[in-house]
Protein backbone atom coordinates (compact mmCIF):
# COMPACT_ATOMS: atom_id res chain seq x y z
CA UNK A 1 0.00 0.00 0.00
CA UNK A 2 1.07 3.70 -1.18
CA UNK A 3 1.23 5.94 1.70
CA UNK A 4 0.41 9.11 -0.70
CA UNK A 5 -1.26 12.18 1.59
CA UNK A 6 -3.83 12.91 -0.96
CA UNK A 7 -4.98 9.20 -0.86
CA UNK A 8 -5.10 9.35 2.91
CA UNK A 9 -7.07 12.13 3.42
CA UNK A 10 -5.34 13.81 5.96
CA UNK A 11 -4.59 17.46 5.59
CA UNK A 12 -1.12 18.27 6.26
CA UNK A 13 -1.21 21.75 6.01
CA UNK A 14 -1.24 23.73 9.50
CA UNK A 15 -3.70 26.28 10.61
CA UNK A 16 -2.75 29.58 10.16
CA UNK A 17 0.16 30.93 12.61
CA UNK A 18 1.34 27.22 13.76
CA UNK A 19 4.67 25.90 12.41
CA UNK A 20 3.25 22.41 11.60
CA UNK A 21 -0.09 20.56 11.77
CA UNK A 22 1.50 18.45 14.33
CA UNK A 23 1.53 21.20 16.52
CA UNK A 24 -1.78 22.24 15.91
CA UNK A 25 -2.83 18.50 16.76
CA UNK A 26 -0.63 18.89 19.90
CA UNK A 27 -1.88 22.49 21.26
CA UNK A 28 -5.51 21.35 20.29
CA UNK A 29 -7.23 20.03 23.15
CA UNK A 30 -8.11 16.08 24.13
CA UNK A 31 -11.72 16.26 22.27
CA UNK A 32 -9.97 17.26 19.25
CA UNK A 33 -6.78 15.34 19.27
CA UNK A 34 -9.53 11.80 20.33
CA UNK A 35 -11.25 12.84 17.19
CA UNK A 36 -8.66 13.49 14.92
CA UNK A 37 -7.01 9.97 15.42
CA UNK A 38 -10.71 8.34 15.46
CA UNK A 39 -11.31 9.83 11.91
CA UNK A 40 -8.11 8.16 9.99
CA UNK A 41 -8.63 4.17 9.04
CA UNK A 42 -6.01 1.78 9.21
CA UNK A 43 -4.28 2.87 6.45
CA UNK A 44 -4.07 6.35 7.37
CA UNK A 45 -3.07 5.89 10.75
CA UNK A 46 -0.04 3.72 8.92
CA UNK A 47 0.58 6.30 6.92
CA UNK A 48 0.64 9.22 9.37
CA UNK A 49 4.05 8.82 10.41
CA UNK A 50 5.68 9.40 7.05
CA UNK A 51 3.83 12.43 6.08
CA UNK A 52 6.23 14.71 6.11
CA UNK A 53 4.46 17.65 6.09
CA UNK A 54 2.26 17.21 8.96
CA UNK A 55 5.50 16.85 11.00
CA UNK A 56 7.77 19.46 9.28
CA UNK A 57 9.38 22.48 10.92
CA UNK A 58 9.05 25.62 8.74
CA UNK A 59 12.91 25.62 7.53
CA UNK A 60 12.18 22.07 6.72
CA UNK A 61 10.01 22.62 3.50
CA UNK A 62 10.96 22.92 0.30
CA UNK A 63 10.51 27.11 -0.87
CA UNK A 64 8.32 27.96 -3.75
CA UNK A 65 9.60 29.47 -7.04
CA UNK A 66 12.07 29.38 -9.12
CA UNK A 67 15.12 28.25 -7.74
CA UNK A 68 18.26 26.27 -8.38
CA UNK A 69 19.44 25.46 -5.09
CA UNK A 70 17.69 25.20 -1.80
CA UNK A 71 20.88 26.14 1.07
CA UNK A 72 19.56 25.18 4.44
CA UNK A 73 21.61 26.51 7.11
CA UNK A 74 21.13 25.85 10.48
CA UNK A 75 22.50 25.07 14.08
CA UNK A 76 23.81 21.50 15.02
CA UNK A 77 20.64 19.27 15.44
CA UNK A 78 18.13 21.61 14.15
CA UNK A 79 17.10 19.03 11.45
CA UNK A 80 18.94 19.52 8.87
CA UNK A 81 19.90 16.24 7.65
CA UNK A 82 16.12 14.69 8.45
CA UNK A 83 14.99 17.72 5.45
CA UNK A 84 17.69 16.77 3.09
CA UNK A 85 16.39 12.91 3.31
CA UNK A 86 12.75 13.70 2.71
CA UNK A 87 13.77 16.30 -0.30
CA UNK A 88 15.25 13.15 -1.92
CA UNK A 89 11.83 11.13 -0.80
CA UNK A 90 9.55 13.72 -2.53
CA UNK A 91 11.98 14.27 -5.41
CA UNK A 92 12.07 10.30 -6.36
CA UNK A 93 9.04 8.94 -5.21
CA UNK A 94 6.64 8.56 -8.08
CA UNK A 95 9.16 8.84 -10.38
CA UNK A 96 7.76 6.76 -13.05
CA UNK A 97 8.37 7.18 -16.38
CA UNK A 98 5.52 8.83 -17.23
CA UNK A 99 6.04 11.36 -13.71
CA UNK A 100 7.19 14.44 -15.57
CA UNK A 101 9.23 16.53 -13.41
CA UNK A 102 10.52 14.10 -10.88
CA UNK A 103 14.03 12.79 -10.33
CA UNK A 104 15.42 9.78 -11.29
CA UNK A 105 19.11 10.18 -10.42
CA UNK A 106 20.36 11.55 -7.73
CA UNK A 107 23.87 12.65 -6.33
CA UNK A 108 23.69 12.01 -2.21
CA UNK A 109 27.54 14.29 -1.69
CA UNK A 110 29.35 14.33 1.74
CA UNK A 111 32.67 15.00 2.75
CA UNK A 112 33.77 11.22 2.90
CA UNK A 113 31.30 8.18 1.38
CA UNK A 114 31.50 6.40 5.06
CA UNK A 115 29.73 9.54 6.36
CA UNK A 116 27.22 9.60 3.05
CA UNK A 117 26.47 6.06 4.09
CA UNK A 118 26.36 6.39 8.03
CA UNK A 119 24.27 9.88 7.52
CA UNK A 120 22.52 10.92 4.65
CA UNK A 121 21.86 6.98 4.00
CA UNK A 122 21.23 5.04 7.10
CA UNK A 123 21.65 7.47 9.92
CA UNK A 124 19.24 8.04 12.16
CA UNK A 125 17.50 10.70 10.11
CA UNK A 126 18.91 9.45 6.80
CA UNK A 127 17.13 8.08 3.91
CA UNK A 128 16.29 4.49 4.96
CA UNK A 129 14.98 5.74 8.16
CA UNK A 130 12.72 8.37 6.42
CA UNK A 131 11.12 5.52 4.13
CA UNK A 132 7.81 3.94 4.64
CA UNK A 133 8.29 -0.04 4.06
CA UNK A 134 6.34 -0.11 0.60
CA UNK A 135 9.07 2.81 -0.94
CA UNK A 136 12.04 1.94 1.06
CA UNK A 137 14.75 1.73 -1.18
CA UNK A 138 17.49 -1.20 -1.47
CA UNK A 139 20.94 0.02 -0.74
CA UNK A 140 23.92 -2.16 -3.42
CA UNK A 141 27.01 -1.29 -1.75
CA UNK A 142 29.00 -2.40 -4.17
CA UNK A 143 27.96 0.37 -6.86
CA UNK A 144 27.04 2.73 -3.62
CA UNK A 145 23.29 3.00 -4.70
CA UNK A 146 20.07 3.30 -3.87
CA UNK A 147 17.96 2.04 -5.98
CA UNK A 148 13.83 2.43 -5.28
CA UNK A 149 10.82 0.21 -6.06
CA UNK A 150 10.00 2.32 -9.14
CA UNK A 151 13.86 2.17 -10.81
CA UNK A 152 15.06 5.80 -9.29
CA UNK A 153 18.33 5.67 -7.80
CA UNK A 154 20.63 7.61 -5.51
CA UNK A 155 24.39 7.42 -5.62
CA UNK A 156 26.96 8.17 -2.96
CA UNK A 157 30.44 10.00 -3.59
CA UNK A 158 33.10 11.47 -1.51
CA UNK A 159 34.09 15.15 -1.79
CA UNK A 160 37.48 14.21 -1.42
CA UNK A 161 37.30 12.74 -4.77
CA UNK A 162 35.61 15.18 -6.72
CA UNK A 163 36.57 13.79 -10.21
CA UNK A 164 34.72 11.03 -9.31
CA UNK A 165 31.69 12.81 -10.19
CA UNK A 166 33.28 13.45 -13.86
CA UNK A 167 31.15 10.83 -15.91
CA UNK A 168 27.56 10.08 -14.51
CA UNK A 169 24.81 12.85 -15.02
CA UNK A 170 21.87 13.59 -12.40
CA UNK A 171 18.68 15.86 -12.20
CA UNK A 172 19.01 16.23 -8.71
CA UNK A 173 21.49 15.84 -5.72
CA UNK A 174 21.66 16.50 -1.98
CA UNK A 175 24.93 17.61 -0.17
CA UNK A 176 25.62 17.72 3.22
CA UNK A 177 28.13 19.75 5.49
CA UNK A 178 29.41 21.41 2.39
CA UNK A 179 31.14 23.94 4.32
CA UNK A 180 33.93 21.71 5.69
CA UNK A 181 34.59 19.85 2.85
CA UNK A 182 38.39 20.55 2.51
CA UNK A 183 37.79 19.91 -1.64
CA UNK A 184 34.90 22.03 -1.50
CA UNK A 185 35.13 24.12 -4.57
CA UNK A 186 36.23 21.70 -6.85
CA UNK A 187 33.43 18.86 -5.84
CA UNK A 188 30.67 21.50 -6.62
CA UNK A 189 32.22 22.56 -9.78
CA UNK A 190 32.21 18.77 -11.11
CA UNK A 191 28.81 18.51 -9.51
CA UNK A 192 27.47 21.47 -12.14
CA UNK A 193 28.62 19.52 -14.87
CA UNK A 194 27.12 16.32 -14.11
CA UNK A 195 23.58 17.92 -13.35
CA UNK A 196 22.42 18.16 -17.02
CA UNK A 197 18.96 15.28 -16.96
CA UNK A 198 15.68 16.55 -16.81
CA UNK A 199 13.80 19.69 -17.06
CA UNK A 200 15.10 21.28 -14.00
CA UNK A 201 17.84 19.90 -12.34
CA UNK A 202 17.94 21.45 -8.51
CA UNK A 203 20.27 21.16 -5.66
CA UNK A 204 19.30 20.73 -1.54
CA UNK A 205 22.49 21.93 0.29
CA UNK A 206 22.54 21.14 3.91
CA UNK A 207 24.94 22.54 6.04
CA UNK A 208 26.20 24.19 9.41
CA UNK A 209 27.40 27.80 7.94
CA UNK A 210 30.63 28.43 8.11
CA UNK A 211 32.97 31.46 6.29
CA UNK A 212 34.01 29.86 3.28
CA UNK A 213 34.69 30.90 -0.02
CA UNK A 214 32.30 28.12 -2.07
CA UNK A 215 29.34 28.99 0.66
CA UNK A 216 29.69 32.48 0.32
CA UNK A 217 29.09 32.40 -3.29
CA UNK A 218 26.29 30.01 -3.28
CA UNK A 219 24.46 32.55 -0.89
CA UNK A 220 24.99 35.76 -3.06
CA UNK A 221 23.78 33.59 -6.07
CA UNK A 222 20.74 34.67 -7.47
CA UNK A 223 19.31 31.10 -8.12
CA UNK A 224 19.93 30.11 -4.30
CA UNK A 225 17.13 30.21 -1.63
CA UNK A 226 18.29 30.19 1.70
CA UNK A 227 16.43 29.10 4.86
CA UNK A 228 17.82 29.20 8.27
CA UNK A 229 17.71 27.47 11.76
CA UNK A 230 19.13 27.31 15.39
CA UNK A 231 18.88 23.88 17.08
CA UNK A 232 16.49 25.56 19.74
CA UNK A 233 13.83 25.35 16.93
CA UNK A 234 14.73 21.62 16.87
CA UNK A 235 14.52 21.11 20.64
CA UNK A 236 11.58 18.74 20.75
CA UNK A 237 13.85 15.83 18.78
CA UNK A 238 16.55 16.23 21.24
CA UNK A 239 18.44 14.60 24.04
CA UNK A 240 16.86 16.13 27.00
CA UNK A 241 19.50 18.52 28.99
CA UNK A 242 21.37 18.61 25.30
CA UNK A 243 21.00 22.19 24.82
CA UNK A 244 20.92 23.34 28.59
CA UNK A 245 24.38 21.94 28.41
CA UNK A 246 25.65 23.34 25.01
CA UNK A 247 23.84 26.59 25.67
CA UNK A 248 25.78 26.86 29.41
CA UNK A 249 29.25 26.32 27.27
CA UNK A 250 28.97 28.15 24.34
CA UNK A 251 25.43 30.85 23.98
CA UNK A 252 27.15 33.98 23.25
CA UNK A 253 30.45 32.67 21.70
CA UNK A 254 31.49 33.30 17.79
CA UNK A 255 31.55 29.17 17.61
CA UNK A 256 28.47 29.41 19.59
CA UNK A 257 26.35 31.60 17.44
CA UNK A 258 27.90 29.66 14.55
CA UNK A 259 27.39 26.05 15.82
CA UNK A 260 24.30 26.91 17.18
CA UNK A 261 22.46 29.56 15.92
CA UNK A 262 23.42 28.74 12.37
CA UNK A 263 24.40 32.25 11.50
CA UNK A 264 26.72 32.71 9.15
CA UNK A 265 29.48 34.72 10.45
CA UNK A 266 32.08 36.69 7.72
CA UNK A 267 35.29 38.10 8.61
CA UNK A 268 35.55 42.01 8.08
CA UNK A 269 37.49 42.57 4.96
CA UNK A 270 41.09 43.70 6.80
CA UNK A 271 39.48 42.72 10.24
CA UNK A 272 42.45 42.98 12.52
CA UNK A 273 40.93 39.75 14.45
CA UNK A 274 39.71 36.87 12.24
CA UNK A 275 37.21 34.38 12.92
CA UNK A 276 40.27 31.65 13.49
CA UNK A 277 41.96 34.24 15.42
CA UNK A 278 38.90 33.90 17.87
CA UNK A 279 37.67 30.80 17.82
CA UNK A 280 41.17 29.40 18.72
CA UNK A 281 41.44 31.72 21.61
CA UNK A 282 38.77 30.30 23.68
CA UNK A 283 39.46 27.74 26.27
CA UNK A 284 37.28 25.88 29.13
CA UNK A 285 40.08 25.67 31.99
CA UNK A 286 42.44 29.26 33.19
CA UNK A 287 45.62 28.40 34.94
CA UNK A 288 46.27 30.45 37.96
CA UNK A 289 47.68 33.98 36.96
CA UNK A 290 50.26 36.06 38.16
CA UNK A 291 48.39 39.46 37.65
CA UNK A 292 45.04 40.38 37.17
CA UNK A 293 43.56 43.60 35.86
CA UNK A 294 40.27 45.34 35.52
CA UNK A 295 40.18 47.76 32.33
CA UNK A 296 37.42 50.31 32.10
CA UNK A 297 36.57 52.34 28.75
CA UNK A 298 34.01 54.96 30.11
CA UNK A 299 31.43 56.30 28.43
CA UNK A 300 31.47 60.52 27.96
CA UNK A 301 27.36 60.65 29.42
CA UNK A 302 25.74 58.63 31.60
CA UNK A 303 21.92 58.01 30.17
CA UNK A 304 19.69 56.03 28.00
CA UNK A 305 21.62 56.66 24.79
CA UNK A 306 24.97 56.69 26.25
CA UNK A 307 27.72 54.66 24.63
CA UNK A 308 28.86 51.31 26.66
CA UNK A 309 31.09 51.57 29.76
CA UNK A 310 33.36 49.48 28.78
CA UNK A 311 34.60 47.11 31.35
CA UNK A 312 37.01 43.83 30.44
CA UNK A 313 38.83 41.50 33.33
CA UNK A 314 42.21 40.45 32.12
CA UNK A 315 45.17 38.52 33.83
CA UNK A 316 48.47 37.20 32.50
CA UNK A 317 51.02 34.49 33.59
CA UNK A 318 54.47 36.13 33.22
CA UNK A 319 56.81 32.47 34.40
CA UNK A 320 59.52 32.74 31.86
CA UNK A 321 61.11 35.26 29.53
CA UNK A 322 58.09 38.03 28.40
CA UNK A 323 57.79 35.93 24.88
CA UNK A 324 56.35 33.50 26.68
CA UNK A 325 53.79 35.23 28.79
CA UNK A 326 49.91 34.47 28.26
CA UNK A 327 46.96 36.58 28.59
CA UNK A 328 43.48 35.15 29.33
CA UNK A 329 40.35 37.25 29.41
CA UNK A 330 38.29 36.34 31.86
CA UNK A 331 35.00 38.42 32.01
CA UNK A 332 33.48 41.12 29.71
CA UNK A 333 31.72 43.16 32.87
CA UNK A 334 30.83 46.10 30.60
CA UNK A 335 27.46 48.04 31.34
CA UNK A 336 24.93 49.92 29.22
CA UNK A 337 22.98 53.00 29.81
CA UNK A 338 25.02 53.25 33.08
CA UNK A 339 25.35 56.77 35.55
CA UNK A 340 29.16 56.99 36.79
CA UNK A 341 28.30 55.57 39.79
CA UNK A 342 26.88 52.64 38.88
CA UNK A 343 29.80 51.85 35.98
CA UNK A 344 32.28 52.76 38.71
CA UNK A 345 30.39 49.98 41.04
CA UNK A 346 30.21 47.47 38.09
CA UNK A 347 34.06 47.92 37.76
CA UNK A 348 34.75 47.36 41.36
CA UNK A 349 32.68 44.42 41.63
CA UNK A 350 34.77 42.51 39.07
CA UNK A 351 37.62 43.67 41.04
CA UNK A 352 36.39 41.77 44.26
CA UNK A 353 35.28 38.63 41.56
CA UNK A 354 38.10 38.33 40.49
CA UNK A 355 41.33 39.94 43.04
CA UNK A 356 42.41 41.86 40.34
CA UNK A 357 45.83 43.92 41.37
CA UNK A 358 44.00 47.58 39.75
CA UNK A 359 41.98 49.27 37.98
CA UNK A 360 43.04 50.42 34.49
CA UNK A 361 40.95 53.20 33.38
CA UNK A 362 41.12 55.65 30.08
CA UNK A 363 40.79 59.21 31.06
CA UNK A 364 40.42 60.82 27.86
CA UNK A 365 37.11 61.92 28.30
CA UNK A 366 36.60 62.70 31.72
CA UNK A 367 40.22 64.27 33.01
CA UNK A 368 40.55 63.52 37.09
CA UNK A 369 36.77 63.00 37.60
CA UNK A 370 37.25 59.30 36.19
CA UNK A 371 39.24 58.47 39.29
CA UNK A 372 37.11 60.54 41.54
CA UNK A 373 34.52 58.56 40.56
CA UNK A 374 35.55 55.25 41.29
CA UNK A 375 36.95 56.87 44.93
CA UNK A 376 33.82 57.73 45.69
CA UNK A 377 32.38 53.97 45.14
CA UNK A 378 36.04 52.65 46.82
CA UNK A 379 38.16 55.52 48.20
CA UNK A 380 41.39 52.77 48.44
CA UNK A 381 40.95 51.24 44.93
CA UNK A 382 43.99 51.30 43.32
CA UNK A 383 43.59 53.17 39.81
CA UNK A 384 46.15 53.83 37.00
CA UNK A 385 45.26 56.04 34.88
CA UNK A 386 46.02 56.04 30.73
CA UNK A 387 45.63 58.12 28.15
CA UNK A 388 45.20 57.45 24.12
CA UNK A 389 47.46 59.60 22.12
CA UNK A 390 46.83 57.19 18.65
CA UNK A 391 43.37 56.09 16.69
CA UNK A 392 41.62 53.21 17.61
CA UNK A 393 42.99 51.10 15.15
CA UNK A 394 46.66 51.88 15.68
CA UNK A 395 46.32 51.14 19.46
CA UNK A 396 44.67 47.51 18.80
CA UNK A 397 47.06 46.38 16.36
CA UNK A 398 49.57 45.34 18.56
CA UNK A 399 47.43 43.63 20.84
CA UNK A 400 45.53 41.93 17.95
CA UNK A 401 49.40 40.95 16.91
CA UNK A 402 49.44 39.16 20.27
CA UNK A 403 46.64 36.79 19.14
CA UNK A 404 48.12 36.28 16.03
CA UNK A 405 51.27 34.33 18.19
CA UNK A 406 48.94 32.47 20.43
CA UNK A 407 49.03 34.20 23.29
CA UNK A 408 45.98 35.46 24.24
CA UNK A 409 43.02 33.30 25.25
CA UNK A 410 39.08 34.02 25.78
CA UNK A 411 37.06 31.95 28.50
CA UNK A 412 33.99 30.77 27.15
CA UNK A 413 30.54 33.10 26.55
CA UNK A 414 32.46 36.51 25.44
CA UNK A 415 30.37 37.21 22.76
CA UNK A 416 29.54 40.72 23.02
CA UNK A 417 33.15 41.33 22.76
CA UNK A 418 34.33 39.37 20.28
CA UNK A 419 31.87 40.55 17.98
CA UNK A 420 33.77 44.06 18.08
CA UNK A 421 36.98 41.99 17.28
CA UNK A 422 35.67 40.96 14.90
CA UNK A 423 34.71 44.20 13.30
CA UNK A 424 37.77 46.35 13.68
CA UNK A 425 40.05 46.76 11.27
CA UNK A 426 43.32 48.52 9.70
CA UNK A 427 41.19 51.14 8.28
CA UNK A 428 39.08 51.76 11.77
CA UNK A 429 36.08 51.11 13.16
CA UNK A 430 33.41 49.52 11.39
CA UNK A 431 30.83 48.27 13.30
CA UNK A 432 27.62 50.32 15.43
CA UNK A 433 28.57 52.98 17.95
CA UNK A 434 31.39 52.72 19.84
CA UNK A 435 33.39 49.86 20.66
CA UNK A 436 33.74 50.06 24.43
CA UNK A 437 34.43 46.65 25.03
CA UNK A 438 37.30 46.39 22.95
CA UNK A 439 38.51 49.60 23.97
CA UNK A 440 38.54 48.07 27.88
CA UNK A 441 40.20 44.68 25.94
CA UNK A 442 43.15 46.73 24.44
CA UNK A 443 43.49 48.87 27.79
CA UNK A 444 43.87 45.37 29.86
CA UNK A 445 46.20 43.15 27.78
CA UNK A 446 48.48 46.52 26.94
CA UNK A 447 48.90 46.67 30.63
CA UNK A 448 49.44 43.27 30.99
CA UNK A 449 51.76 42.15 28.18
CA UNK A 450 53.24 45.05 26.48
CA UNK A 451 53.92 48.25 29.21
CA UNK A 452 54.60 45.35 31.65
CA UNK A 453 57.61 43.93 29.85
CA UNK A 454 60.96 45.15 30.52
CA UNK A 455 61.85 46.29 26.86
CA UNK A 456 58.63 48.46 26.07
CA UNK A 457 58.54 51.74 27.76
CA UNK A 458 55.49 51.72 30.74
CA UNK A 459 54.59 55.16 29.72
CA UNK A 460 50.96 54.51 27.44
CA UNK A 461 50.41 58.34 26.44
CA UNK A 462 52.41 56.20 23.30
CA UNK A 463 49.29 53.99 22.25
Known amino acids: MEHRPQEAGISTSPPQGLRSGADWIACADADTQRSFLDELNEGELRALPFLFEFWALPHQLPPEGDWRTWLILGGRGAGKSRAGSEWVRSQVEGAGPRDAGKCRRIALVAETFDQARDVMIFGESGIMACSPPDRRPVWKASERKLIWPNGAEAQAFSASEPEALRGPQFDGAWLDELAKWKKAQGTWDMLQFALRLGEDPRVCVTTTPRNVGVLKQLMASPSTVVTQAPTEANRANLAEGFLEEVRARYAGTWLGRQELDGVMLADTEGALWTEAMIVGAQVDVVPALDRIVVAVDPPVTGHAGSDECGIVVAGVVTKGPPQTWRAY ?101 EGRGSPDRLDALVWALHELMIAAQPKWNPTVRSI
Do not use: C
Not at 332 to 359: F, L, N, T, Y
Not at 395 to 410: D, K, N, S, T
Open 329 to 429: VLEDASVSAASPAQWAEAAIAAMERHGADKIVAEVNQGGDLVEAVIRQVDPLAPVKKVRAARGKSARAEPVAALYEQGRVFHVRGLGALEDQLSQMTMRGW
